[in-house]
């Protein structure tokens, strides 16, 4: 047992920012955020191509938060795919 955790995320509004919020309490206690990356561009249209390979590449997710009481929150950007991973220590 690593005591690892990963959380997959994907906002599917083309629009509008999500409020994602996890309950992590089956977990137990001493996770913290070891990483955050989302994949994301406003151009829905947006591809990597010969000329420009990291058109569209994963950046950081910031403001990903550990709540007091075993909770998760971060905020996700219309169209992206989101990777979270917590561990202990």
Excluded: M
């Excluded at 919020?21 to 561009?41: P, Y």
């Excluded at 009481?69 to 561990?87: C, D, E, M």
């Amino acid at each position: 047992r690593t005591g690892a955790t990963t959380l997959f995320a994907l906002n599917r509004s083309v629009t509008d920012d999500l409020d994602l919020t996890v309950s992590l309490r089956g977990l137990g206690d001493g996770l913290s955020v070891v990483g955050a990356t989302q994949l994301h561009d406003p151009d829905l249209k947006a591809i990597n191509s010969k000329a420009a390979p990291d058109a569209v590449a994963p950046q950081p997710l910031e403001g990903v938060v550990l709540t007091t009481g075993g909770g998760l929150t971060a905020r996700l950007k219309p169209q992206s795919w989101n990777v979270i991973r917590l561990a202990r220590g």
